[in-house]
């Protein structure tokens, strides 16, 4: 399974951004799916997750209630809406493919990613 994100770009501290991420094909079995960003010279972190049916999410607590994840399981895709932007949140964002069915935080847990895609909120 391939995924391409998209939607990065630099917006104003405040503005908002959405993200997608596109799956090359659906996997053989149902999979949660998760969005994750890394900073300059920092970890990857988690930032959100959505389990298969779309019926449960979890954020990181620096972005609950900003961020919204949504699924089209029809359409293959993963998207994060992104609100209230701060410059914290400047990262390359990644999507990924969980191993299973539920929502999940260890990205050890994820079987495919995304080559990731830029957002820099300027102050």
């Known amino acids: 399974v391939q995924l391409q994100a998209s939607g990065g770009g630099l917006v104003q501290a405040g503005g908002s951004l959405r993200l997608s991420c596109a799956a090359s094909r659906r996997t053989n079995s149902n999979n949660g799916m998760g969005w994750f960003r890394q900073a300059p010279g920092k970890e990857r972190e988690f930032v959100a997750t959505i389990n298969w049916r779309g019926s449960d999410t979890y954020y990181a607590d620096s972005v609950r209630g900003r961020f919204t994840i949504s699924r089209d399981n029809a359409k293959n895709t993963v998207d994060l809406q992104m609100n209230s932007l701060k410059p914290e949140d400047t990262g390359v964002y990644y999507c990924?493919?969980?191993?299973?069915?539920?929502?999940?935080?260890?990205?050890?847990?994820?079987?495919?990613w995304g080559q990731g895609t830029l957002v820099t909120v300027s102050s």
């Open positions: 990924a493919v969980a191993l299973g069915p539920t929502t999940s935080t260890d990205n050890k847990r994820y079987r495919y």
